[in-house]
């Protein structure tokens, strides 16, 4: 097997276990047999041998490989720190997301959507959904790349943060995403 082969084979496999990651952490600990704590946090060792069962994988490479996906993921999906793991965003189970990194909210954040929930959303404002936290963006391409997983022509939403700010809601920074409980619609305009 030459270098490139097992590169490409490990990125695959980085990017499955991504994946798989995304839904234990975020949606479904119990289904694994997993319980999140207050603020979403497991021990490794315990999504070690989740992982490990489920791809085969020495509880050494599972480890190896998990630190490799959270130290390279280009989101900061996760969060590694004491023994135990999180995801910085994203959850639908019950967990309290009502923590931030600290550092700069920039004053205007993008979001992307589908063209066809653009009037509701318009009227009603930026709902968390199926999740606990409303998701948003430093720039219009990362909008864009959110967009697209619903609609081949995403419509890109500009949020007034600093507005926001200034009225007394929380915005939360979680790795390159930002967070809030609810945008209502006198903060949002079409950007394109
Ligand atoms: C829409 C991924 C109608 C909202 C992404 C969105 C992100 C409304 C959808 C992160 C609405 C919810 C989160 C309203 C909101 N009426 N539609 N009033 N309010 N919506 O997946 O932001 O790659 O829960 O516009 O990249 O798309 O998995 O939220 O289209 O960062 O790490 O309802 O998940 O990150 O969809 O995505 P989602 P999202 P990862």
Known sequence: MTMGQESD???????????????????????????????????????????????????EESMRIIKETVERDPKGRFELADGRIRARYGHSVKVDVNWSEGGEIPPVLYHGTSRKAVKSILEKGLLPMKRREVHLCENVSDAVTVGRRYDKCPVVLKINAGKMLKDGYTIRRKGKVLTTDYVPPEYISVYR
């Open 9 to 59: 084979g490990l990125n695959k496999m980085r990017d499955r276990v991504s994946r798989f990651l995304s839904g234990l952490l975020r949606h479904f600990p119990d289904k694994f047999g997993l319980r999140l704590d207050r603020y979403g946090w497991v021990e490794l060792e315990k999504v070690a041998r989740v992982v490990g069962e489920r791809y085969r994988l020495s509880s």
